[in-house]
């Protein structure tokens, strides 16, 4: 039978956030990772708090499309950080070669299978089987072009060529103080990593308007992207691109990312409230990270590729704390298995309380070895967890 627990309020939320936090004794170390270079303190207060506000900066990012034929070679006017790739049709035979400054271009390299999401929708869910929508992040390390070649039966290609290292400086208002805290957890708010508010819009409209449902399960992917990540705020930017504009979705895939250090990013947009992934009744913002089963379940994106290694100990460490908050919070038994409810499609799915990405849909995500850690993941959350009261 389905499991869904009601939605819990505001206070709360907040409420809960703060008991559970005082007894985990948890505040993951937060820097402001966006922060190019602090602007002086601003006085006029931010719009959506009222409150003192700062400003930091941030690079804009850069991207250039392309679709169908003219995907197959691309050269870019700016050094190109990654490369988003996204078609309908087969995988098997996909792959990406990268442009080298006077030189001959590099060696064909298969695409990955990346984090397979999208947006919930009526009937079979998207992207649970080989053919459907494919989508790949690929790091292109600065190149200025890249070809690519996909298997016959290939449609709908978009590409998009994304630098979020070396565009003009933008200037964002952030909290008087930083990084944001909700019940003493530490996070970067979409402002602090730079976050682009406009790509959410499409022609003056905001492309997937935020709605919220009672929060059901949790869900652990990683972004298979490269590990020692030396800019992880840049990354994000990357990520967001890609989901909002590439893929059409209007925002980032995920409710949190978490990097090697142990920062947590908020991640889709929910409201100006300052309670991340929430709504002001404690529901939980659908996003586009498990395509069919988003609705109801939040999913939190480790930075990196974590296939043949585990995650460092501070991202191990925030993401334990951050799921024993939710869970917590929201009355969840980290260690039940359940069986989902979309209440958008009606889709029903037995899975643990917290699952990975590859419970929900044909994907290698989270990655072998993250998956393999996911019981003791689920122990370690329901040791350190104290139920709201």
């Known amino acids: 039978m389905p499991n869904p627990q009601p939605a819990v309020t505001r206070r709360t939320v907040v409420g809960a956030l703060g008991a559970t936090a ?47 034929p003219e995907a197959a070679t691309v050269r870019a006017g700016f050094p190109i950080r990654y490369v988003g790739v996204s078609w309908d049709g087969p995988r098997r035979g996909a792959a ?11 060696a064909w390299q298969p695409l990955p299978a990346g984090c397979a999401g999208g947006p919930d929708g009526p009937g079979r869910p998207a992207g649970a089987g080989a ?20 298997p016959d ?16 400086v933008r200037t964002l208002a952030v909290a008087a103080s930083a990084p944001a805290s909700f019940a003493g957890v530490e996070y970067l708010s979409r402002a602090a990593w730079g976050a682009d508010e406009s790509k959410r819009f499409k022609n003056g409209v905001e492309n997937s308007p935020a709605k919220y449902y009672p929060l059901q399960t949790l869900t ?22 890609y989901h909002a504009i590439t893929n059409d979705w209007g925002d980032i895939g995920y409710h949190f990312l978490i990097d090697e250090a142990g920062r ?3 991640g889709r947009w929910s409201g100006d409230d300052g309670v991340p992934a929430h709504d002001t009744a404690g529901n939980v ?30 991202a191990r460490r925030s993401l334990t704390c951050l ?12 260690q039940a298995h359940v069986t989902f409810v979309n209440p958008v499609n009606g889709v029903t799915k037995p899975v643990d309380m917290i699952s990975g990405h590859r419970d929900w849909l044909a994907t290698d995500c989270p990655g072998g070895t993250m998956y393999a850690g996911l019981p003791a993941l689920r122990a370690d959350v329901a040791a350190l967890g104290t139920p709201a009261g």
């Open 220 to 241: 652990v992917h990683h972004t298979d992207t490269p590990n020692a990540d030396p800019d992880p705020a840049a990354t994000v930017r990357a990520i967001y691109e």
């Open 323 to 334: 799921l024993a908050l939710l869970t917590g919070t929201h009355h969840l038994d980290p």
């Open 22 to 68: 005082a007894a985990l004794a948890v505040a993951p170390a937060a820097a402001s990772a966006a922060t190019a270079a602090p602007v002086p303190p601003a006085t006029a207060p931010s719009p959506a708090s009222g409150r003192a506000a700062r400003t930091v900066s941030a690079p804009a990012t850069r991207a250039q499309s392309a679709t169908g």
């Open 285 to 314: 913002v659908t996003a586009f990270h498990t395509a069919g089963f988003n609705s109801g379940n939040l999913g939190i994106a480790l930075l990196g590729t974590l296939s043949s290694q585990d995650p460092t100990p501070q």
């Open 96 to 106: 990406i070669r990268l442009h080298r400054d006077g030189a001959a271009p590099g």
């Open 153 to 168: 039966g290939a449609g709908n290609v978009r590409t998009a060529a994304i630098d979020t290292v070396h565009g003009p």
């Open 264 to 266: 947590i990013y908020e």
């Open 131 to 150: 053919i459907g929508t494919a989508t790949a992040l690929v790091a292109a390390g600065g190149a200025p072009g890249y070809d690519l070649r996909l």
